[in-house]
């Protein structure tokens, strides 16, 4: 059983920082990928990064350069630093896991079993 629980969105100016956090419950954390999604109003659901169960981490190009996957050493927590963020960057943030291997998953949200309830980013 797999229990994912974000926090940390809110309201920001353009420009500012978010650190969002997604607490992990599973009984075998290291063989799950952990992804973050992101959702605006009307728009399909696009992936923002992932932290795959080797360690690697790659982002959307979308990101890359000013958000940041990091996980704490017990793998019970999983973070999303946000900086420089934009307007474009507001959505509902998801955490998700799944038991998957290839890099090429990564942005498939079908590959991720197990998803959390969200929490919004708003940036004005």
């Known amino acids: 059983h797999v229990q994912l629980v974000e926090s940390g969105g809110g309201l920001v100016q353009a420009g500012g920082s978010l650190r969002l956090s997604c607490a992990v419950s599973v009984s075998s954390a290291n063989d799950y990928c952990l992804g973050w999604f992101r959702q605006a109003s009307g728009k399909e659901r696009e992936w923002v990064g992932s932290?795959?169960?080797?360690?690697?981490?790659n982002y959307a190009d979308s990101v890359k350069g000013r958000f940041t996957i990091s996980q704490d050493n017990a793998k019970t927590t999983v973070y999303l630093q946000m900086n420089r963020l934009k307007p474009e960057d507001t959505a509902m943030y998801y955490c998700?896991?799944?038991?998957?291997?290839?890099?090429?998953?990564?942005?498939?949200?079908?590959?991720?079993?197990?998803w959390g309830q969200g929490t919004q980013v708003t940036v004005s």
């Open positions: 932290l795959d169960s080797d360690g690697r981490i």
């Open positions: 998700a896991a799944g038991r998957f291997r290839g890099s090429w998953n990564w942005g498939v949200p079908a590959k991720y079993n197990f």
